[in-house]
């Protein structure tokens, strides 16, 4: 075999052997950019810089790469889950923003997952890492921790909302804690408490620092010189959760009204007021929470319908989802107290309790009259519809859980 038969024969033995397919990783190394930036360039997105397009075209055409159908048609199909990271679902609250976030999700195709926190924030981190490493169409997440640095780099992603609490940069959707402590704060003031405690709760979140802080304003506003002995913390993961409430409670000068941060602290304090055989004081809880309307009296509470959250957070990612430029907003959703006697007892029926640690169940307090149609009359109570304060979108106030219809 002469010297051009045998290059011609290894031509051809070189060319008839299967080449190995380029990948894009290949693609990417050559052209000295990333994988990203390659995939931009073959999917003919934007934001490449020509020349770099250029240069990533002719190492494609130089590698022969051929992207695979199969992957860009998995990842161009729509994302369908909404993730929900929340604190707990044993929280009353979160379990009916949940509930109502999956049913307009189902209403609309979607699939929800969800995690809890359970107020850790290297738990928030791993539940965050979970949910997100899903292909979501959207996040609705009460942050503990998380830095707005991180939401915004998730928000290049798919649309982010916060509920509950706020984030520099990120969509929220809130209530004015301070304004509403307040309002009820001056709804006990008005039955002519003085000695009005706050029960609020061991968890580092500015809504219970700025339902603190209205409360006091309240205070101040009636002349009534704040008692910070008033002010005791309910430890949520404490196994006698009723000890502070029992502690404040017992004293010789107890108050004769309480208003608490939450309804998981309302819950505790009812639980000392029942194992201690006292008159239920007039009592205000942030929130609602199972069995509060058939309690003897009823619990009186100020109205932040997670309803109306969840439905918010919704509505919103579904917006960005459409409209992801749009600068973020803080939207307001109204809170309103709703009366139920528990609230509206007097300063004199308070001060008849009974003895520290009596057995004997406690004299119930009657209802105030009833109208005609069986509903009780409260038309101060009516008149305190929190106003929503100044925000981007004002959410429309919806009739209260446990309402009639």
């Given amino acids: 075999m002469t010297h051009d038969e045998r290059r011609t024969a290894t031509a051809v033995g070189e060319a008839t052997t299967a080449r190995p397919r380029a990948r894009l990783i290949d693609v990417a190394t050559a052209a000295g950019v990333s994988p990203k930036t390659v995939s931009r360039v073959i999917n003919d997105e934007a934001g ?3 020349g770099t397009r250029d240069r990533v075209l002719q190492v494609v055409r130089d590698l022969g790469f051929v992207p695979d159908r199969s992957a860009r048609e998995l990842k161009r199909r729509e994302a369908d889950t909404i993730g929900i990271l929340i604190d707990a679902i044993s929280d009353p609250f979160f379990a009916a923003l949940v509930s109502v976030v999956e049913e307009l999700a189902i209403a609309d195709g979607l699939s929800v997952i969800f995690a809890s926190t359970g107020y850790d924030p290297e738990r928030e981190t791993a539940q965050l890492d979970r949910l997100t490493g899903h292909r979501l169409a959207g996040l609705i997440v009460a942050p503990v ?16 909302v916060t509920v509950d609490r ?13 304004g509403a402590a307040a309002e009820a704060t001056a709804a006990l003031l008005s039955h002519g408490h003085r000695r009005v405690a706050f029960m609020g709760e061991d968890v580092p979140y500015p809504t219970v ?7 006091r304003s309240a205070l101040d506003a009636a002349g ?16 006698g959760e009723a000890a502070e409430a029992s502690l404040l409670l017992g ?8 208003l608490c941060a939450t309804s998981l602290a309302a819950i505790a304090t009812v639980r000392a007021i029942r194992a201690r055989g006292l008159r239920m004081p007039a009592l205000i809880s942030f929130g609602d929470f199972t069995l509060a309307e058939v309690l003897e009296p009823g619990i009186t509470y100020v109205d932040h319908d997670p309803r109306l959250l969840g439905a918010a957070a919704f509505r919103r990612l579904r917006h960005l989802a459409l409209h992801a430029d749009d600068a973020p907003t803080r939207t307001v959703v109204p809170t309103r107290l709703v009366p139920r006697g528990s609230g509206e007892v007097p300063v004199a029926e308070s001060e008849k309790r009974s003895g520290i640690g009596s057995v004997s169940a406690p004299d119930p307090i009657p209802l105030r009259p009833s109208d005609s149609a069986g509903v009780l009359p409260s038309p101060a109570a009516v008149a305190l519809v ?18 009639p219809a």
Wanted: proline fraction near 11%.
């Fill in 48 to 50: 490449v810089l020509p």
């Fill in 145 to 160: 921790a998380v830095p707005a640095e991180v939401l915004a780099g998730l928000r290049n992603r798919f649309p982010v």
């Fill in 166 to 178: 706020v984030r520099p940069g990120i969509d929220a959707i809130v209530i004015d804690d301070f």
């Fill in 209 to 215: 620092s700025d339902r603190l802080a209205g409360y």
């Fill in 224 to 239: 009534v010189a704040f008692d910070p002995s008033l002010v005791v913390t309910h430890e949520r993961f404490r196994a």
């Fill in 251 to 258: 004293r010789s000068d107890a108050p004769t009204a309480l």
């Fill in 386 to 403: 929190h106003p929503a304060p100044a925000g981007d979108v004002v959410v429309a106030a919806a009739a209260p859980i446990g309402a």
